[in-house]
Each structure stands twice: as C-alpha cells, then as structure tokens.
C-alpha cells in the first residue's frame, strides 16, 4: 500500500499526544496515512506491551489510519546503527510515503531524539540504488526517497518552524490519546503515578495547542520542525 503521509515513533502513544491531530485532518482529505511504532513500549512504567498493543489497535481504528505497524525494536535500547536503519528503510520503501513526521529531534525521553536521528538517515538510505531490500514475501523493494521529513513537538517546548491548524480534530486526536488509557489520567488505577499518567500532563497538551493554534487565529494547533527550507511556487501555498 502506498501512503501519502508516514509518521514514525518511539512508542506507541508518541504520535497520539504529538500529531494525531494533523493525521486526523489528512485523513479527512482523503489521504492515506500511516503509523510505524518502533517498539512495543514494553519498558512503560504502567500497563504492558500486550495491552499497549491493543490500544494502539483502537487508536488506529479511531483516527482512521491505512495502516499501523509494529518494527519491534527494544524499547529503551533500540540503536541508530545499520540494522535498524535497514528496517526503518524497509518500511519506507514498502509504504513509499510523501512526507515522513517523526519523533522530536531532542525530548524528555531519550529515545525521542535517537528515533529521530535513526528517521532521518534512513530516509537517506533507502533511496540509494544499491542498497537490495525486500519485504515479508522476499519480493524486492524498489528505492524511495520521500518529499519530505518533519518532527513533531513531544515533551520539550522546541520552537516550531510551522503549525498545522487541528481546531477541527481536536476531539479526535484527544480520543485516540484515551485509547490508551493504561498510560494515561484514571482515578480508579493502583498502577505507580508517572510523568504522563498525572491530570496536569493533559493539561499542558491543551495548553500548548492553545498557544500554538492562537498564534495562527486558530483554537488548537500543533507544531513541527524541519532539517531544511520549505520551498514554494506560490506564496498563496502559505496562506
């Protein structure tokens, strides 16, 4: 299946609390999107791997996504090195995006950042001809280099070099984000109290999608980085 729009992430959750929003409203326009999780977040304080696979089910099945995969990298101890490389090119040539978002390019989390570095050298690599990949099926995967890589904004405040307006899909991404409910806010769980679980962390996601969507005259907004200019034909494309 061709995608139009891969987000990649750490862990599952990442791109829920980071750019759900965004993949709602592409979704809406009729684009097909996408999610690669490199690992099952087995190392999560709450909850467990299987649970968390679930819920990235039901996440999926809320915002509408093409696809959902898993590359089953070790939470925590995942490297950027060539082995994971290849994987992460692998799954570019399969899904042969347009735009690739990832993980932010420095976070809380340290896998935040080191995903972000592995994104981006194996957006690289896998449009060099002579690297021979194949899929599942040993059928040969052709090289791809998508348009475009973009990091969404995690725990870090990380000044966003544009937004994507989400006013309308707010509802959406913050139902995907409740898929999880292991991981997040619940009052009835005896599970240890972390850093995301408590009421105030839902807080500072509004909050920061409130200044960010009121920056752009907008309600709700979410922010991204780039490696490289954005280039236009037609300054009415930035309107």
Request: charged letters at 30%.
């Amino acid at each position: 299946m061709k995608l139009d729009v891969l987000a990649f992430a750490a862990h599952p959750d990442d791109t829920e609390l980071s750019c759900a929003g965004t993949l709602a409203a592409h979704i809406d326009q009729g684009y097909a999107v996408g999610v690669v999780d490199f690992t099952r977040g087995e190392m999560g304080t709450r909850g467990s791997a299987e649970i968390r696979e679930v819920e990235a089910r039901e996440s999926a099945k809320i915002l509408g996504l093409a696809v959902r995969d898993n590359l089953g990298f070790e939470d925590a101890f995942f490297v950027n090195d060539k082995e994971h490389q290849l994987e992460v090119a692998r799954a570019i040539r399969k899904y042969r995006p347009n735009i690739i978002l990832a993980n932010a390019v420095h976070d809380r989390h340290p896998d935040h950042g080191k995903a972000a570095k592995l994104v981006t050298e194996a957006y690289f690599l896998a449009g060099l001809t002579k690297i021979e990949l194949t899929d599942e099926e040993g059928n040969t995967l052709e090289p791809w280099r998508p348009k475009s890589v973009y990091h969404y904004i995690q725990s870090l405040y990380i000044k966003p070099d544009f937004v994507v307006d989400v006013s309308n899909y707010w509802e959406k991404k913050m139902e995907a984000i409740r898929a999880f409910k292991s991981q997040f806010y619940d009052p009835d769980s005896d599970e240890p109290e972390t850093y995301i679980s408590s009421p105030e962390f839902m807080q500072v996601i509004e909050g920061r999608a409130k200044d960010l969507g009121q920056g752009i005259g907008g309600k709700f907004a979410e922010g991204f980085t780039i490696n490289r200019y954005i280039g236009v034909k037609d300054l009415h494309d930035l309107l």
